[in-house]
């Protein structure tokens, strides 16, 4: 293998699609625990932190962020000029605050900085149990409808169900951005059930496994997968997830990628390669004055070839539309749902001096047909909304419409479905 290809095999190992994992600079990308520097606040101590963090952070992201025109923004004057404001900030929360103010002026999603205290959250979720009631919700004309219960959890014995609305937490109005009282060991929520009763319940917090990822197989015979990340432990989970597939063909698979917010650019890969009987490029880095090479997904062992689709929302992103932008250009499986948010840039996650994290988009991104992705999003090929009406008697619309797709490609289709024909869905 020549330097040079040797050397873009480097580059592309260490990129990531703007996952949330933590990486220290340059080294293995193993997940570890941040060290988070704790100091009082409004003291010297906090004042020479923050001027420790800022200097790295400006300096990171001079060198490294991917326009090196700044978007046009005075990069160096920018920083200059706030930086005295930015170091004077307090506390953490409000100096992180500033600092992201300044990074925002890059117009990069991918660009930003997580707290020590967030980043080691996010990174505990990921290593160990974690305390928490063990429900998901999401916003939907307005309210707040728990959309997922974790089975065992603390939720689940106290009798929560998807489609209940959440009505207060500890005594305050829920809305969205509405988080638990990390000191409290019980938290006091309300719930409104499918038939709009009231629940007045005291949920004491548990320790739950990282969640990696969901599989259910419906009645219908359709196996839909989920998880939120391209990293390794969702790797793991889901080639086993694909291999069982594969043994005990469902009828069809849907991918539900709703809240997935990217990764690993070599796990999406990985991750198609589980839908493909040939090497498929699905990606397109630019590194500068290297040659422009595509990134190929490599098949499976046995790879699934019956009918499968994808579902995207709005907060799907980065990894996750690269996926899906896959099987539409491909014309793998048709992609349900709502436009994704187009933040796809390959970005760098790096550890701060204070133990938190940032992360700097580095490298202009394609698909493997070409197309720019970031700005724009995946358009799905049959859009399809939630309705709190309908979520809330248990009917998720997007899964649904996915699933039918995929029982009619099923039906029409004699192969194998582990292993004969390209789906139907193929346009």
């Known amino acids: 293998m ?13 990129l990531l699609l703007g996952g949330c994992q933590t990486f220290l600079p340059y080294a293995d990308g193993d997940l570890r625990m941040p060290t988070v520097v704790e100091v009082e606040d409004r003291s010297p101590e906090r004042l020479a932190l923050n001027t420790r963090v800022y200097d790295s952070a400006v300096d990171w992201v001079s060198r490294r962020f991917y326009k090196r025109d700044f978007g046009g923004v005075d990069w160096m004057g920018q920083t200059a000029a706030r930086r005295d ?28 900085a997580l707290t020590p205290t967030r980043n080691a959250e996010i990174t505990r979720s990921r290593l160990e149990p974690t305390i928490n009631l063990g429900f998901g919700m999401r916003l939907i004309d307005e309210r707040l409808i728990v959309t997922s219960v974790r089975e065992g959890g603390p939720a689940a014995l106290a009798g ?6 959440v009505e207060s937490l500890n005594g305050e109005p829920a809305a969205f951005g509405s988080r638990l ?17 009231r629940h007045e319940l005291t949920i004491r917090q548990g320790a739950l496994p990282p969640y990696v990822g969901r599989a259910i197989r419906r009645p219908d015979g359709v196996l839909v997968l989920s998880f939120d990340y391209f990293g390794e432990a969702t790797r793991r989970w889901f080639d086993e997830q694909m291999e069982l597939a594969v043994a005990d063909p469902p009828r069809g ?58 579902v995207i929302g709005e907060a799907s992103a980065s990894g996750a539309e690269v996926f899906a932008s896959t099987f539409q250009e491909t014309g793998r499986g048709l992609v349900f749902g709502v436009t994704s948010i187009g933040a796809v840039v390959a970005s760098r996650q790096l550890n701060l001096p204070d133990g938190g994290e940032l992360s700097i988009g580095v490298r202009s991104f394609r ?37 039918e797709a995929v029982l009619e490609a099923s039906a029409s289709d004699g192969a194998d479905l582990a292993g004969g024909l390209a789906s139907p869905l193929a346009r």
């Open 85 to 112: 404001e930015t170091l004077a900030q307090p506390t953490e929360r409000e100096f992180y605050r500033a600092l992201n103010e300044t990074l925002d002026l890059l117009g990069d999603p991918h660009t930003n």
């Open 367 to 403: 698909s493997g047909a070409g197309r720019t992705l970031e700005g724009v999003g995946v358009v799905p090929d049959r859009e399809v909304r939630f309705r709190a009406d309908e979520l809330r008697r248990g009917h998720d619309a997007m899964i649904e419409a996915a699933a």
């Open 253 to 310: 698979i849907v991918l539900d990628f709703r809240d997935n917010r990217g990764g690993l650019i070599t796990d999406v890969g990985r991750a198609l390669g589980h839908f493909y009987t040939e090497r498929q490029p699905y990606a397109y880095v630019e590194y500068g004055y290297l040659p422009r090479l595509p990134i190929r997904a490599r098949p499976a062992r046995r790879p699934w070839t019956g009918p499968v689709a994808v």
């Open 181 to 197: 009282d990390r000191e409290r060991e019980a938290q006091d929520v309300v719930f409104l059930d499918r038939d709009d009763v």
């Open 160 to 165: 929560v169900q998807p489609g209940w609305v």
């Open 2 to 14: 020549g330097p040079l290809r040797r050397l873009g095999l480097i580059v592309v190992a260490t």
